[in-house]
């Protein structure tokens, strides 16, 4: 008998990649600036599709709960 995963720990999952995708997505960028040696750019563009690419994967996980 399998037994499935309550909602409980699918809703941990959820913050927890949104959460991540984010501060990689601004990590990234922040490194890429300070790399290029350039303004804040990167971390905005970076940290933005780390929040879009977050919504996409949530929605996901999300849409397997039915």
Do not use: C, N, R
């Not at 959820?14 to 984010?22: C, F």
């Not at 350039?38 to 599709?49: N, R």
């Not at 977050?54 to 397997?64: D, E």
């Amino acid at each position: 008998m399998k037994k499935e995963k309550g909602p409980g720990l699918l809703l941990i999952g959820v913050g927890t990649m949104l959460t991540s995708m984010t501060v990689v997505g601004f990590g990234l960028g922040l490194f890429v600036d300070y790399w290029l040696d350039s303004q804040p750019l990167f971390m905005l563009i970076f940290g933005g599709l780390g929040i879009v690419g977050g919504i996409i994967k949530v929605h996901g996980l999300l849409s397997k709960l039915g």
